[in-house]
T-cell receptor, first 115, second 114 residues
Framework: GAGVSQSPRYKVAKRGQDVALRCDPI?????LFWYQQALGQGPEFLTYFQNEAQLDKSGLPSDRFFAERPEGSVSTLKIQRTQQEDSAVYLC?????????????FGPGTRLLVL | AQKVTQAQTEISVVEKEDVTLDCVYETRDTTYYLFWYKQPPSGELVFLIRRNSFDEQNEISGRYSWNFQKSTSSFNFTITASQVVDSAVYFC???????????FGKGITLSVRP
Protein backbone atom coordinates (compact mmCIF):
# COMPACT_ATOMS: atom_id res chain seq x y z
CA GLY A 1 0.00 0.00 0.00
CA ALA A 2 0.94 3.66 -0.14
CA GLY A 3 3.42 4.94 2.38
CA VAL A 4 3.59 8.28 4.13
CA SER A 5 3.63 11.15 1.67
CA GLN A 6 4.69 14.74 2.21
CA SER A 7 4.36 17.88 0.18
CA PRO A 8 6.01 19.93 -1.02
CA ARG A 9 9.26 18.01 -1.23
CA TYR A 10 11.23 21.24 -1.41
CA LYS A 11 10.35 24.71 -0.23
CA VAL A 12 12.35 27.91 -0.49
CA ALA A 13 11.04 30.76 1.63
CA LYS A 14 12.17 34.27 2.26
CA ARG A 15 12.82 35.16 5.86
CA GLY A 16 9.61 36.30 7.47
CA GLN A 17 7.37 34.32 5.15
CA ASP A 18 4.84 31.78 6.48
CA VAL A 19 5.02 28.20 5.23
CA ALA A 20 2.74 25.17 5.48
CA LEU A 21 3.98 21.61 5.16
CA ARG A 22 1.59 18.75 4.54
CA CYS A 23 1.72 15.13 5.65
CA ASP A 24 -0.52 12.29 4.45
CA PRO A 25 -0.03 9.33 6.79
CA ILE A 26 -0.56 5.71 5.90
CA UNK A 27 -4.30 5.12 5.69
CA UNK A 28 -5.76 4.04 9.01
CA UNK A 29 -2.76 5.00 11.09
CA UNK A 30 -3.80 6.51 14.37
CA UNK A 31 -0.54 8.13 15.43
CA LEU A 32 1.29 10.86 13.55
CA PHE A 33 4.63 12.43 14.39
CA TRP A 34 6.63 15.40 13.12
CA TYR A 35 10.42 15.54 13.37
CA GLN A 36 12.97 18.17 12.37
CA GLN A 37 16.30 17.08 10.92
CA ALA A 38 19.11 19.61 10.69
CA LEU A 39 21.93 19.00 8.26
CA GLY A 40 24.21 16.21 9.46
CA GLN A 41 22.07 15.44 12.49
CA GLY A 42 19.52 12.87 13.50
CA PRO A 43 15.83 13.72 13.47
CA GLU A 44 14.48 15.50 16.53
CA PHE A 45 10.94 15.20 17.77
CA LEU A 46 8.57 18.12 17.30
CA THR A 47 5.04 16.96 18.03
CA TYR A 48 2.70 13.95 18.18
CA PHE A 49 -0.96 13.35 17.39
CA GLN A 50 -3.25 10.51 18.32
CA ASN A 51 -6.11 10.85 15.85
CA GLU A 52 -6.96 14.56 15.94
CA ALA A 53 -5.63 15.16 19.44
CA GLN A 54 -2.21 16.74 19.79
CA LEU A 55 -0.89 14.88 22.82
CA ASP A 56 2.67 16.15 22.87
CA LYS A 57 4.09 19.36 21.43
CA SER A 58 7.09 19.61 23.70
CA GLY A 59 9.54 19.61 20.80
CA LEU A 60 8.16 22.62 18.96
CA PRO A 61 11.02 25.14 19.13
CA SER A 62 8.91 28.29 19.41
CA ASP A 63 5.38 29.60 19.21
CA ARG A 64 6.01 30.26 15.53
CA PHE A 65 5.52 26.54 14.97
CA PHE A 66 2.01 25.18 14.88
CA ALA A 67 0.67 21.76 13.86
CA GLU A 68 -2.82 20.46 13.33
CA ARG A 69 -4.63 17.31 12.30
CA PRO A 70 -8.28 18.35 12.33
CA GLU A 71 -9.88 15.18 10.98
CA GLY A 72 -7.39 12.69 12.32
CA SER A 73 -5.74 11.95 8.99
CA VAL A 74 -3.83 14.65 7.07
CA SER A 75 -1.62 16.91 9.16
CA THR A 76 -0.16 20.33 8.48
CA LEU A 77 2.89 21.85 10.11
CA LYS A 78 2.87 25.61 9.86
CA ILE A 79 5.82 27.87 10.50
CA GLN A 80 5.12 31.56 10.83
CA ARG A 81 7.63 34.31 10.16
CA THR A 82 10.31 31.85 9.09
CA GLN A 83 13.88 32.38 10.22
CA GLN A 84 17.12 31.06 8.73
CA GLU A 85 17.52 28.65 11.63
CA ASP A 86 14.27 26.96 10.54
CA SER A 87 16.08 25.58 7.49
CA ALA A 88 15.97 21.81 7.86
CA VAL A 89 14.25 18.69 6.62
CA TYR A 90 10.85 18.17 8.21
CA LEU A 91 9.92 14.51 8.48
CA CYS A 92 6.50 13.09 9.14
CA UNK A 93 5.93 9.59 10.48
CA UNK A 94 2.88 7.51 11.28
CA UNK A 95 2.18 4.34 13.20
CA UNK A 96 -0.86 2.09 13.17
CA UNK A 97 -1.63 2.40 16.84
CA UNK A 98 -0.29 4.06 19.92
CA UNK A 99 2.16 2.43 22.21
CA UNK A 100 5.54 0.90 22.70
CA UNK A 101 5.10 -1.93 20.22
CA UNK A 102 4.46 0.36 17.28
CA UNK A 103 6.94 1.08 14.50
CA UNK A 104 6.97 4.56 13.02
CA UNK A 105 7.08 4.74 9.23
CA PHE A 106 8.52 7.88 7.73
CA GLY A 107 7.75 9.97 4.69
CA PRO A 108 10.36 11.43 2.32
CA GLY A 109 10.45 14.74 4.15
CA THR A 110 10.13 18.37 3.12
CA ARG A 111 13.41 20.20 2.70
CA LEU A 112 12.90 23.81 3.80
CA LEU A 113 15.42 26.48 2.95
CA VAL A 114 14.91 29.94 4.41
CA LEU A 115 16.86 32.69 2.69
CA ALA B 1 16.36 11.38 29.84
CA GLN B 2 16.96 9.25 26.79
CA LYS B 3 20.15 9.40 24.77
CA VAL B 4 21.56 7.52 21.79
CA THR B 5 25.23 7.69 20.87
CA GLN B 6 26.64 6.63 17.54
CA ALA B 7 30.36 7.23 17.98
CA GLN B 8 31.27 6.34 14.42
CA THR B 9 30.52 9.15 11.98
CA GLU B 10 31.71 7.78 8.65
CA ILE B 11 32.64 4.29 7.52
CA SER B 12 33.97 3.32 4.12
CA VAL B 13 34.23 -0.29 2.99
CA VAL B 14 34.75 -2.18 -0.21
CA GLU B 15 31.86 -4.17 -1.60
CA LYS B 16 31.41 -7.63 -0.06
CA GLU B 17 33.07 -6.64 3.19
CA ASP B 18 31.13 -7.05 6.41
CA VAL B 19 30.51 -3.87 8.37
CA THR B 20 29.29 -3.30 11.94
CA LEU B 21 27.59 -0.08 13.04
CA ASP B 22 27.76 0.69 16.75
CA CYS B 23 25.02 2.12 18.94
CA VAL B 24 25.01 2.85 22.67
CA TYR B 25 21.89 4.05 24.43
CA GLU B 26 20.89 5.49 27.79
CA THR B 27 17.52 5.22 29.46
CA ARG B 28 16.13 4.67 32.94
CA ASP B 29 13.09 2.90 31.61
CA THR B 30 13.05 -0.86 31.90
CA THR B 31 10.77 -1.32 28.91
CA TYR B 32 11.88 0.12 25.60
CA TYR B 33 12.42 -0.62 21.93
CA LEU B 34 15.50 -0.05 19.82
CA PHE B 35 15.44 0.56 16.09
CA TRP B 36 17.74 0.91 13.14
CA TYR B 37 16.68 3.09 10.23
CA LYS B 38 18.42 3.69 6.91
CA GLN B 39 18.35 7.05 5.14
CA PRO B 40 19.46 6.85 1.50
CA PRO B 41 20.21 10.00 -0.50
CA SER B 42 16.51 10.30 -1.37
CA GLY B 43 15.96 11.34 2.23
CA GLU B 44 13.29 8.91 3.37
CA LEU B 45 13.96 7.05 6.61
CA VAL B 46 13.52 3.36 5.96
CA PHE B 47 12.75 1.06 8.88
CA LEU B 48 15.16 -1.88 9.10
CA ILE B 49 14.87 -3.68 12.43
CA ARG B 50 13.58 -3.30 15.96
CA ARG B 51 14.22 -5.05 19.21
CA ASN B 52 12.47 -4.88 22.58
CA SER B 53 14.25 -4.65 25.89
CA PHE B 54 13.04 -8.05 27.08
CA ASP B 55 14.51 -10.03 24.24
CA GLU B 56 18.27 -10.16 24.00
CA GLN B 57 18.28 -12.96 21.49
CA ASN B 58 20.30 -11.87 18.52
CA GLU B 59 18.95 -12.58 15.09
CA ILE B 60 19.84 -12.61 11.47
CA SER B 61 17.57 -11.38 8.73
CA GLY B 62 19.07 -11.84 5.31
CA ARG B 63 22.28 -9.82 5.21
CA TYR B 64 21.38 -7.96 8.39
CA SER B 65 22.11 -9.08 11.93
CA TRP B 66 22.11 -7.34 15.26
CA ASN B 67 23.73 -7.76 18.63
CA PHE B 68 21.73 -6.44 21.57
CA GLN B 69 23.46 -6.43 24.96
CA LYS B 70 21.65 -4.83 27.89
CA SER B 71 24.72 -5.18 30.11
CA THR B 72 26.60 -2.70 27.97
CA SER B 73 23.53 -0.81 26.65
CA SER B 74 24.57 -1.54 23.11
CA PHE B 75 22.60 -2.40 19.99
CA ASN B 76 25.04 -2.99 17.16
CA PHE B 77 24.00 -3.66 13.59
CA THR B 78 25.96 -5.71 11.06
CA ILE B 79 25.63 -5.85 7.30
CA THR B 80 27.16 -8.95 5.80
CA ALA B 81 28.62 -8.89 2.30
CA SER B 82 27.94 -5.19 1.82
CA GLN B 83 26.68 -3.87 -1.49
CA VAL B 84 26.90 -0.45 -3.12
CA VAL B 85 23.16 0.00 -2.54
CA ASP B 86 23.81 -0.16 1.19
CA SER B 87 25.45 3.27 0.99
CA ALA B 88 23.35 5.54 3.19
CA VAL B 89 23.16 7.15 6.60
CA TYR B 90 22.16 4.70 9.32
CA PHE B 91 20.37 5.84 12.45
CA CYS B 92 19.91 4.02 15.71
CA UNK B 93 16.84 5.11 17.68
CA UNK B 94 15.34 4.49 21.11
CA UNK B 95 11.64 4.45 21.95
CA UNK B 96 10.50 4.21 25.54
CA UNK B 97 6.88 5.14 25.05
CA UNK B 98 7.00 7.34 28.11
CA UNK B 99 7.13 10.43 25.97
CA UNK B 100 5.89 8.92 22.72
CA UNK B 101 8.91 9.96 20.67
CA UNK B 102 11.86 8.32 19.02
CA UNK B 103 15.26 9.53 20.19
CA PHE B 104 17.81 9.27 17.41
CA GLY B 105 21.57 9.17 17.32
CA LYS B 106 23.47 11.45 14.96
CA GLY B 107 23.80 8.78 12.31
CA ILE B 108 26.64 6.93 10.60
CA THR B 109 27.43 7.58 6.95
CA LEU B 110 28.27 4.29 5.27
CA SER B 111 29.97 4.32 1.89
CA VAL B 112 30.34 1.05 0.05
CA ARG B 113 32.81 1.23 -2.83
CA PRO B 114 32.64 -1.14 -5.79
Amino acid sequence: GAGVSQSPRYKVAKRGQDVALRCDPISGHVSLFWYQQALGQGPEFLTYFQNEAQLDKSGLPSDRFFAERPEGSVSTLKIQRTQQEDSAVYLCASSLLTGLRETQYFGPGTRLLVL
Amino acid sequence: AQKVTQAQTEISVVEKEDVTLDCVYETRDTTYYLFWYKQPPSGELVFLIRRNSFDEQNEISGRYSWNFQKSTSSFNFTITASQVVDSAVYFCALYTGANSKLTFGKGITLSVRP
